[in-house]
């Protein structure tokens, strides 16, 4: 009964676990999971809004921001990153990048590991649960 309870509002709703923020005019626009989001220093990183940005980088074919446990944050970002050519991004061209689309600092990645793909599901969505497992999450 405890699971159940948790799934569902007091007035009935069933929590789907998105992120969402409302927009002018009322619409939602969802922005993520309730699970993506890595806390450091108790500050909450939307992983999803992250791997938005970078995914405009023109060196990176591909991206997953996951949460590593850190001794001293909590939680650090890691970017895991398949390049999409021979020249692979580093921290420095990641946050040069969040920096010119007014990114906090915080948000941004102290840790990028490069993959020739990402773990998928059947259905397409990346595996973050592998990637963390790999790099010692």
Not at 106 to 128: D, S, T
Request: glycine content about 10%.
């Amino acid at each position: 009964a405890g699971d159940e309870a948790q799934a569902f509002t007091a007035d009935g709703f069933f929590r789907m676990g998105d992120l969402a923020r409302e927009e002018p005019g009322g619409y939602l626009v969802v922005t993520g999971r309730c699970k993506d989001i890595i806390i450091r220093n108790g500050e909450n990183i939307a992983s999803k809004e992250i791997e938005d940005i970078l995914l405009d980088h023109p060196a990176v074919a591909d991206i997953a921001i996951v949460g590593l446990p850190d001794p001293r944050t909590g939680e650090r970002a890691c970017a895991v990153v398949v390049p999409s050519g021979e020249d692979s991004p580093d921290c420095a061209a990641l946050a040069n990048l969040l920096a010119e689309r007014g990114i906090a600092r915080f948000k941004w990645p102290e840790q990028v590991e490069l993959r020739a793909e990402l773990p998928r599901n059947a259905a397409g969505k990346v595996l973050k649960h592998v990637l963390q497992s790999e790099l010692g999450g």
